[in-house]
């Protein structure tokens, strides 16, 4: 997690740099100016320039108590433009600068959130999946008394059926192809799940789309 949160803040850097390699750099501004900035670019739909504007803050007041909005505000407006990867880099800044026990239950619970939206198409994104339904079990051990426990266990319900039909609709290809070792594979994989087929209805949304509709 460290080593792709450090790929993750070049890359900000890097595609920051290219955007603004034209426009004069600010530097040695008060942390509310930055803050500022961060908030009206925000508004505005520049969340490009919001993330440049976030690395000035943070470079030059790094004990800011503003950082923590700024952090929660650069996160949330990621999640709302489907950029979950660079949701929750700001989420794991914010847990690595000022979390504690309170505040990170709340943090995980709004990474949990990012990486399902995350999932975009079951069949390209079984390993985002799973590892969302590892990251649903772990919360649960760690936060048991959350009161944000509820919709994650439905997340992981949720992903646990998506994943139960995959693996139907992947044995039943193998089956009509007349692949029987293959289709023993993953009519296999769903020995044990807590969901049956005849609990799920196939949704003509799918159960990604659907649970935050």
Not at 186 to 194: A, F, I, L, Q
Not at 206 to 211: A, E, G, L, V
Request: contains cysteine; glycine residues 4%.
């Amino acid at each position: 997690m460290k080593l792709y949160s450090l790929v993750l803040m070049v890359f900000i850097f890097v595609f920051v740099g290219c955007q603004n390699k034209d426009e004069v750099t600010e530097f040695n501004k008060p942390a509310f100016y930055w803050y500022k900035q961060i908030a009206t670019t925000i508004m505005s739909g520049r969340l490009n320039k919001a993330d440049s504007y976030y690395i000035s803050l943070k470079s030059e007041h790094i004990h800011s108590p503003l950082l923590t909005t700024a952090l929660m505000m650069l996160a949330n407006a990621h999640i709302e433009e489907e950029e979950y990867l660079l949701a929750n880099f700001y989420l794991d800044e914010y847990n690595k600068l000022f979390g504690d026990y309170k505040s990170r239950e709340y943090i995980d619970f709004l990474k949990i959130k990012a990486s399902f939206l995350g999932i975009q198409d079951v069949y390209k994104d079984q390993k985002l999946m799973q590892d969302s339904i590892s990251g649903a079990k772990t919360y649960g051990y760690r936060y048991p008394n959350s009161v944000y426990l509820p919709l994650v266990h439905t997340l992981e319900i949720k992903l646990k059926m998506s994943q139960y039909l995959l693996n139907e609709n992947i044995a039943s290809l193998y089956a009509r192809i007349d692949k029987p070792k293959a289709y023993k594979i993953y009519k296999n994989k769903n020995k044990g799940s807590v969901v049956e087929l005849d609990d799920i209805t196939p949704p003509t949304k799918t159960i990604i789309d659907k649970i935050f509709d």
